[in-house]
T-cell receptor, first 114, second 109 residues
């Protein structure tokens, strides 16, 4: 069992829908990450939160909106997505955001846009 | 350009074989991570190292800072080791990870 929990595991949505992906960790980690992964490709960093503040936004389109309500939770709000946004969305956490700590990954949400 | 290269891209082995996956990078790093991703999608962090060698069970990771190279070894491979193995580095000049393209390992019984 992973220590980072992502819900839902699968999500199918239309281009006009609004949905949210959720990520939760109770390890006391202060950095949390969203990654996007296309098939047979490595993960691509989208956002980093450090101490509940957005510290990195990799020029992600505004149809993806992250939110960190508290140190244990990370959400990714989705609106008006495009078919090319279909991918595996991975959440990760680490003790802090320097890159010198292991990142703990969730199992991901597999997103399909119709 | 800061790059991470893995080899081989694909590797098929028979159960019991010794396996080596290689990772080379272009400039100085402060940490290198080896990750394992199973077909379901979840990623497990296997090792994080900045020098020397680490061992966990049948897995061994080594890094040579001067040569900018790391290897992941699996001894007595088993079909359950079949997965994608990904090398990721943190450059000295930044905080985010740069990922290699991954090595797809298949171990046949």
């Amino acid at each position: 069992d992973t220590e980072v929990t992502q819900t839902p595991k699968h999500l199918v949505m239309g281009m006009t829908n609004k949905k949210s992906l959720k990520c939760e960790q109770h390890m006391g980690h202060r950095a949390m990450y969203w990654y996007k992964q296309k098939a047979k490709k490595p993960p691509e960093l989208m956002f980093v939160y450090s101490y509940e503040k957005l510290s990195i936004n990799e020029s992600v389109p505004s149809r993806f909106s992250p939110e960190c309500p508290n140190s244990s939770l990370l959400n990714l709000h989705l609106h008006a997505l495009q078919p090319e946004d279909s991918a595996l969305y991975l959440c990760a956490s680490s003790q802090e955001g320097s890159g010198n700590q292991p990142q703990h990954f969730g199992d991901g949400t597999r997103l399909s846009i119709l | 350009k800061n790059e991470v290269e893995q080899s081989p891209q694909n590797l098929t082995a028979q159960e019991g074989e010794f396996i080596t996956i290689n990772c080379s990078y272009s400039v100085g790093i402060s940490a290198l991570h080896w990750l394992q991703q199973h077909p379901g999608g979840g990623i497990v962090s296997l090792f994080m190292l900045s020098s020397g060698k680490k061992k966990h069970g049948r897995l061994i990771a080594t890094i040579n800072i001067q040569e900018k190279h790391s290897s992941l070894h699996i001894t007595a491979s088993h079909p359950r080791d079949s997965a994608v193995y990904i090398c990721a580095v943190r450059w000295t000049s930044g905080s985010r990870l740069t990922f290699g393209e991954g090595t797809q390992l298949t171990v046949n019984p």
